[in-house]
């Protein structure tokens, strides 16, 4: 596609219950990266995607967060048994390539996904 | 963890006037760019310069950096009411997987 695209663009759920983000990159990117914001914050890392594997998920607060890529594309983060401090706005966002000392491009980000949590 | 910091956090100005926003970081960088937010929502990439450029111009926008320093600027000349937003500094370093290192972002308000 044209841009980002990430489903649904807001999600009202009970604590406790599972949801299921989606993130679809432009086509072509390699790189794939999930954060999440919080109100009046900045950026926080969450996980980097090169192609399907993850080489970096340092930024995934606990072990309820998982995030998978299929097909080098598309993009789940899954937040298990969910919690009021998980509360935020999830961006996606995707770039053309990276890697260890290279210089990378700009990232292009999607339009979020704003999680409430009640 | 942070890496850049922006200052003002907040910025108030008349349209016509000059805006700048100012970042710092803590460790030796890759490049470092900055992204425009409207509402809250999507980051837009407005500019990206290197570690061994001094100085950058795009349309309005005028970005400086300063390694030596661990500093950059951003400069928004002759401001309009669109350009009302969040501005975030971000950073790559030279370790790692280049991924971006946010700053919690300088809010600027442009009056008519």
């Known amino acids: 596609g044209a841009g980002v695209s990430q489903s649904p663009s807001n999600k009202v759920t009970e604590k406790g219950k599972d949801v299921e983000l989606r993130c679809d990159p432009i086509?072509?990117?390699?790189?794939l990266y999930w954060y999440r914001q919080s109100l009046g914050q900045g950026l926080e890392f969450l996980i980097y995607f090169q192609g399907n594997s993850a080489p970096d998920k340092s930024g995934l607060p606990s072990d309820r967060f998982s995030a998978e890529r299929t097909g080098g594309s598309v993009s789940t983060l899954t937040i298990q048994r969910t919690q009021q401090e998980d509360s935020a706005v999830y961006l996606c966002?995707?770039?053309?390539?990276?890697?260890?000392?290279?210089?990378?491009?700009?990232?292009?980000f999607g339009s979020g996904t704003r999680l409430t949590v009640v | 963890s942070q890496q850049g910091e922006e200052d003002p956090q907040a910025l108030s100005i008349q349209e016509g006037e000059n805006a700048t926003m100012n970042c710092s970081y803590k460790?030796?960088?890759?490049?470092l760019q900055w992204y425009r937010q409207n509402s809250g929502r999507g980051l837009v990439h407005l500019i990206l310069?290197?570690?061994?450029?001094r100085e950058k111009h795009s349309g309005r926008l005028r970005v400086t950096l300063d390694t030596s320093k661990k500093s950059s600027s951003l400069l928004i000349t002759a401001s309009r009411a669109a350009d009302t937003a969040s501005y975030f500094c971000?950073?790559?370093?030279?370790?790692?997987?280049?991924?971006?290192?946010f700053g919690k972002g300088t809010m600027l308000l442009v009056s008519p």
């Open positions: 460790t030796s960088i890759n490049n």
């Open positions: 971000a950073t790559v370093t030279n370790s790692g997987y280049s991924t971006l290192t």
């Open positions: 966002a995707s770039s053309l390539k990276t890697g260890q000392g290279e210089v990378s491009y700009g990232y292009t």
């Open positions: 310069i290197r570690s061994n450029e």
């Open positions: 086509s072509g990117h390699t790189a």
